[in-house]
Nanobody, 113 residues
Framework: VQLQASGGGLVQAGGSLRLSCVVS????????MGWYRQAPGKQRELVAS???????NYADSVKGRFTISRDNAKSTVYLQMNGLKPEDTAVYYC????????WGQGTQVTVSS
């Protein structure tokens, strides 16, 4: 399984980023997918998920600011992040929502105040 996340970077508070994650080695189209993040000293948390039928769910901390989407033809899941806050600073990973596979390297998102 390969999970290649990209699109992170350094942005000022209030800015936007769009993360992408190309997935291979699993049956992407039949998997609910999620974006997770892990801040320094904290546990990894699920921030957004999308089902095979494109039903989405969000953590309260990102609701109204983040949007998850998927393109089954490209085996890719996206996370549009608007209104970024310093507390969104973390390494972001994508993975299956249920029974996650081994984790990829993730992509670093840093939000300055």
């Amino acid at each position: 399984v390969q999970l290649q996340a990209s699109g992170g970077g350094l942005v000022q508070a209030g800015g936007s980023l769009r993360l992408s994650c190309v997935v291979s080695g699993i049956a992407f189209s039949i998997k609910s997918m999620g974006w997770y993040r892990q801040a320094p000293g904290k546990q990894r948390e699920l921030v957004a998920s999308i089902s095979t039928g494109a039903v989405t769910n969000y953590a309260d901390s990102v609701k109204g600011r983040f949007t998850i989407s998927r393109d089954n033809a490209k085996s890719t899941v996206y996370l549009q992040m608007n209104g970024l806050k310093p507390e969104d600073t973390a390494v972001y990973y994508c993975n299956a929502k249920y029974a996650p596979a081994s984790w990829g390297q993730g992509t670093q998102v840093t939000v300055s105040s």
